[in-house]
């Protein structure tokens, strides 16, 4: 097939109206996805009332991954764009928002601050790191695949650099604490001020769930807004032949630069929230083999898709976190320092099986199984409705004898 027929193809895709339009007439707003869904919504809402502080840690630690592994499926799974940088993006936000919002050092101490209010650093942090990918698109739009992941590589080897040496800036090796957040003169840690909610006091993990909850919504909103527009159907066709792309007048070096911006972003604010997860950053926290997981949240997800992406980062994330906290009833999974298989360990092995399994049975990973699922039950139902009479039709008219027939 030539190029001119692949473009008109991708164009008839890109002028055609979103997926879905014109097809839920007669389709109400409460589908059964959709009660899940609010279902879900309502579950997170109540959770910080009931569950205990562990798993609102995590939920927090989750939330900020979500975030970051929408982004970079943006990048990789939309676009078709390999890159191995997410660590560096990430590096860049986290230690913005600290540098930004944390304490002036003055002369008792070699680390120092700016001293502006947490949501000035959140804001830089995300800005900063959407510049950082802007810059580094003129790059990435003139190579492609494998060679295009290793040049953003280097961004990796740049940043842990400049990190270890910019000590005045990231603390060094020891890192430096995250400043606590603050909205509005509202702290997101234990007290100032206090508060209860069905007599369950609200520290600094309930706080902190509620606002990592709200930007994981944001961000998964605006993702799907974004596939579902001309920009984002354009960025597909990138995927698909940029040639094709070009031809059909897609910009492809702007829309390049357009994605790596958005996708940088989400990987600043996914670095704020990993510095307030964790309540502090050192460089050692941005190597290149948080990239890599990264990488695997996408895969196990489903490329390209965004819930997909969600329940990646759901899966990668919540899984060394949950070992670690059940070491001593797993079996071979042990405490630190006690020999046999770590937790970190044990996930990544079962991370290692678990991209095996979806590369070889289901490409399209977890969204693909759970496809795969919904399908499987259309099917069923069409062939049970096809067996079913129709109570609504009329009986079909015997035949009546010809006249001057006899019996």
Do not use: C
């Not at 764009?81 to 930004?100: C, D, E, K, R, W």
């Amino acid at each position: 097939m030539s190029e001119t027929a692949v473009a008109r193809g991708l164009g008839d895709e890109l002028t055609a109206p979103a997926p879905g339009a014109g097809k839920s007439r007669g389709r109400g707003p409460f589908t059964l996805r959709n009660l899940l869904l609010l279902l879900a919504l309502a579950l997170m809402l109540v959770a910080p009332i009931f569950v205990p502080e562990f798993w609102l840690r995590t939920g927090f630690a989750v939330f900020g991954a979500i975030i970051g592994a929408i982004g970079l499926n943006l990048l990789v799974g939309t676009t078709g764009q390999l890159s191995l940088a997410h660590a560096f993006f990430l590096a860049v936000g986290a230690i913005t928002y600290v540098f930004v919002s944390g304490s002036p050092g003055g002369t008792a101490t070699a680390v120092d601050g700016l001293g502006y209010p947490p949501l000035v650093g959140m804001i830089a942090g995300v800005v900063l790191a959407g510049l950082a990918g802007l810059v580094f698109s003129p790059i990435a739009a003139r190579l492609r695949g494998i060679y295009l992941g290793v040049a953003s590589l280097g961004l990796v080897f740049i940043g842990q650099h400049v990190l270890n040496t910019w000590t005045s800036v990231t603390g060094g090796f020891n890192g430096r604490t995250a400043p606590r957040f603050e909205l509005f003169g509202f702290s997101f840690g234990s007290d100032n001020p206090t508060l209860f909610v069905a007599n369950v006091p609200f520290r600094g993990p309930e706080r902190l769930w509620y606002l990592g909850l709200v930007l994981a919504i944001l961000a998964y909103v605006f993702a799907k807004n974004l596939l579902r527009s001309r920009p984002g159907r354009a960025l597909q066709t990138l995927r698909d032949s940029e040639v094709a792309a070009a031809v059909m007048g897609v910009d492809v070096q702007r829309y390049k630069a357009r994605v790596f911006l958005v996708s940088s972003m989400y990987a600043g604010l996914a670095g704020v929230l990993y510095a307030l997860s964790i309540g502090s950053v050192a460089p050692e926290s941005f190597a290149l083999d948080l990239s890599i997981l990264y990488l695997a949240m996408i895969v196990l997800g489903g490329l390209g898709s965004v819930g997909g992406a969600a329940l990646g980062a759901l899966f990668v994330t919540s899984l060394p976190l949950t070992f670690q906290q059940y070491a001593d009833k797993l079996p071979l999974v042990s405490q630190p320092g006690q020999g046999g298989v770590s937790a970190g360990q044990a996930a990544r092995l079962l991370f290692g099986l678990a991209i095996i399994i979806v590369v070889l049975f289901e490409p399209e990973g977890l969204v693909g199984f759970g496809n795969r699922i919904k399908r499987l039950g259309r099917r069923g139902a069409r062939r049970t409705t096809s067996h079913r009479p129709d109570p609504t039709a009329e009986p079909t008219p015997s035949p009546t004898p010809a006249q001057g027939s006899t019996t």
